[in-house]
């Protein structure tokens, strides 16, 4: 099945720094979705995002569909951002209908 | 527009009890998948329901169960509780049971098997 590689496992910032995550799968796909896990365990949706650039205040991503890898983009840190990042992907290869998980940064951001 | 609610938050349970768990559907969506997320891991499928019925299935033994009601809600059962069942228990919504399709996600459900 499809792998997904997210990098770097944990990070720690300044706040107001930016950082660069990354997220490589193995195979094409029709589905990526980024998500912040708040320290309560609930997944937020930050980007559907499959191919392309969007870009949501100090947020953005890119994936590239072609060469397989996402990139999320956080600029100005802020303490608030800390917690886990997954990027989850999904494929018509797949069980039908799942989305598979990275294994997340971690990032904090210290004030 | 209602989110994704889960109930209940926490539960405990010892080994070998059986366990149900619920999920109300995002408002206008018809499909609703299950994750298991271990500590420290990312979340792993276990199956959808898209239609009332099972949608694709993970690689978990059919002691997980599940069903979907009319309105679209959702419950996961869970017999012969094992200590690896300890997890939290995630469950997504979507419009559709295709792989391309936006899922969200709800609060999730902490289990712990004493």
């Known amino acids: 099945g499809i792998q997904v590689e997210q990098s770097p496992p944990d990070l720690i910032l300044q706040e107001g720094a930016n950082s660069t995550l990354r997220c490589n799968f193995s195979?094409?796909?029709?589905?990526l979705q980024w998500f912040h896990q708040n320290p309560w365990g609930q997944l937020i949706n930050l980007f559907y995002i499959p191919s392309g650039t969007k870009q949501n205040g100090r947020l953005s991503a890119t994936t590239v569909a072609t060469e397989r890898y996402s990139l999320l983009y956080i600029s100005s840190s802020q303490t608030t951002d800390s917690g886990v990042y997954f990027c989850?992907?999904?494929?018509?290869?797949?069980?039908?209908?799942?989305?598979?998980f990275g294994k997340g940064t971690k990032l904090s951001v210290k004030p | 527009e209602t989110g994704v609610t889960q109930s209940p938050t926490h539960l405990i349970k010892t080994r070998g009890q059986q366990v149900t768990l619920r999920c109300s559907s995002q408002s206008g969506h018809n499909t609703v998948s299950w994750y298991q997320q271990a500590l420290g891991q990312g979340p792993q499928f276990i199956f959808q329901?898209?239609?009332?019925?099972?949608?694709g299935r993970g690689n978990f033994p059919p002691r997980f169960s599940g069903l979907q009601f009319p309105n679209y809600s959702s419950e996961l059962n869970v017999n012969a509780l094992e200590l690896d069942d300890s997890a939290l228990y995630l469950c997504?919504?979507?419009?559709?049971?295709?792989?391309?399709?936006?899922?969200?996600f709800g609060p999730g459900t902490r289990l712990t098997v004493l």
């Open positions: 329901y898209y239609r009332e019925e099972e949608n």
């Open positions: 997504a919504s979507s419009l559709g049971g295709q792989a391309g399709n936006e899922q969200f």
């Open positions: 195979d094409s796909v029709n589905n």
């Open positions: 989850a992907v999904g494929n018509y290869g797949g069980s039908q209908g799942n989305l598979i």
